[in-house]
């Protein structure tokens, strides 16, 4: 099996069960100083940081699912395009439960050393996120003027 096959692998099992929250599959498949800039100042560190963001999720969107749409791997690195859909049933951060359901896409990458992720990075429609939460309007267009190539 080559190196890109086993990266695939560790990749779906992070969908099926780490974000199912599976901890002992994340103590598996994440180096213990995986690096991930965009935690928060405050948030922890390395892999427990990651185990801090499933939990946040989880406990927000008690039935999440996470989907890998698409795995793309070359060399020690993977991308995934992924589906999150869940229903806002916790606080996420300081959001108090709205009990609406979302479905967001998003990409991860993920940097791999030894079969561990030791990178991680991710970005998700946090817009669309925050308007299926109520957070913003979507401003008003005039789709038949857009249809029609009028401004």
Known sequence: MTVEELNKIAVRRIYSECWSGDMYAIDEIFAPNMEHDQFLPDWPRGREG?????????????????????????GDRAVCRFRLSGTHLGQFYQLPPTGRKIEIMGADFYRFTNGKVTEYAYHEDTLGLFYQLGLLPLPKQDIAGVAKGSN
Request: hydrophobic share 55%; net charge negative; proline share 4%.
């Open 50 to 74: 990651f185990k801090a963001l499933v939990h946040l999720w989880r406990t927000a969107f008690p039935d999440i699912h996470e989907e890998a749409v698409e795995i793309i791997a070359e």
